[in-house]
């Protein structure tokens, strides 16, 4: 076990790239055999992870890109470890995911690492000074899908949604402004959360946040102190009658505050499923929208499922 694989993101540009190169030159320099690859999409980063995980050389994947990059490493590593779908964990000479990050958000990278730098993981992985934690993900029924970061419904699919009227700004402030957009124009849909077989939240639902990492969007703490390794799933609804509702509670999640406004509901368990009298779900899962039409959509958690690394001391996989 002496390789890195290195994937990036194909359409990677900019930082992604520069990203890419620089840790490959660090791993070269530290005399780590270092591959680079740029599996196109779609299902091409799963696809190449899942075969580096099988392959006995490998030791480590480093992933450059967005979260939506991240979240297909994470998936190809439990398929290619035979994790997925009942979980693990997996063997204990296992290759770690190690993230990178090069997108917009880097909100799994920020769960893990918490501040550190693209270079601050790298330095790690060359050093060995690092720590496997086992992270979760969660499968969307009857679609063999996983889910890292986090899925929701209503807020966040409109936010993304929202960026492309986001012209005079660029990078997290871009994402911000299109989340004001969304959450100011805030129309809420008619439906029910159910976790573990319970309805926990019904009526007008601008927001169901299903986890996952604490934060979204690289600064909204929507789901404080869950977990990306304890085998269960943090669900924080808001149900709200419109805006004037909707964006003091929101204002208050950017700091995690907003768990017991008036229409915040919170739970935790290990299947959660999703509703909508109102038509298709408005839904979204680690910043990509969702092209089905189901009105309903169960997510059951996959423990255990991804070595993943995370600095040697500190808190384990918490933002």
Excluded at 34 to 56: I, K, M, N, Q, R
Excluded at 75 to 80: F, T
Aim: proline content about 5%.
């Amino acid at each position: 076990m002496n390789r890195v694989v290195i994937v990036v993101n194909a359409a990677a540009r900019g930082q992604a790239l520069e990203i890419a190169e620089g840790a490959s030159r660090a791993l070269d320099a530290a005399g780590i055999e270092a591959h680079s690859f740029y599996p196109p999409a779609p299902g091409g980063v799963t696809e190449l992870v899942a075969e580096a995980a099988t392959d006995p050389k490998t030791f480590a994947v480093a992933v450059v890109g967005g979260d939506g990059t991240v979240r297909e490493a994470a998936e190809g590593m439990a398929r290619g470890l035979g994790t997925w779908p009942d979980g693990g964990p997996a063997r204990s000479d296992a290759p770690t995911l190690f993230v990178l990050g090069g997108g917009t958000g880097n909100s799994v990278r920020h769960a893990l690492w918490g501040g550190a730098t693209w270079e601050d993981v790298v330095a790690a992985l060359a050093a060995g000074t690092h720590r496997r934690v086992d992270l979760d993900l969660a499968a969307i029924e009857g679609r063999d899908r996983g889910v890292l970061l986090g899925a929701s419904t209503g807020f966040f699919r409109w936010a993304v949604e929202a960026v492309d009227r986001v012209v005079d700004h660029t990078g997290r402030d871009r994402y911000f402004a299109a989340g004001l957009l969304a959450a100011e124009e805030i129309a809420p849909y008619r439906g029910a959360v159910e976790v573990d077989g319970n309805v926990v939240a019904a009526g007008r639902l601008a927001l169901v946040a299903v986890g996952g990492a604490a934060q979204r969007g690289g600064r909204v703490a929507v789901l404080p102190g869950s977990r990306l390794d304890d085998g269960l799933l943090d669900v924080c609804a808001i149900a709200v009658s419109g805006a004037d509702e909707f964006v003091p509670i929101m204002a208050k999640a950017l700091s995690g505050d907003h768990l017991g406004e008036p229409g915040v509901t919170w739970a935790r368990g290990r299947r959660v499923v999703l509703r909508s009298d109102d038509g298709p779900l408005p839904f979204e899962h680690d910043g990509e929208l969702w092209e089905g039409n189901e009105r309903r959509l169960e997510l059951g958690v996959v423990p255990a499922a991804v070595p993943a690394a995370v600095p040697a001391t500190g808190a384990v996989a918490r933002n």
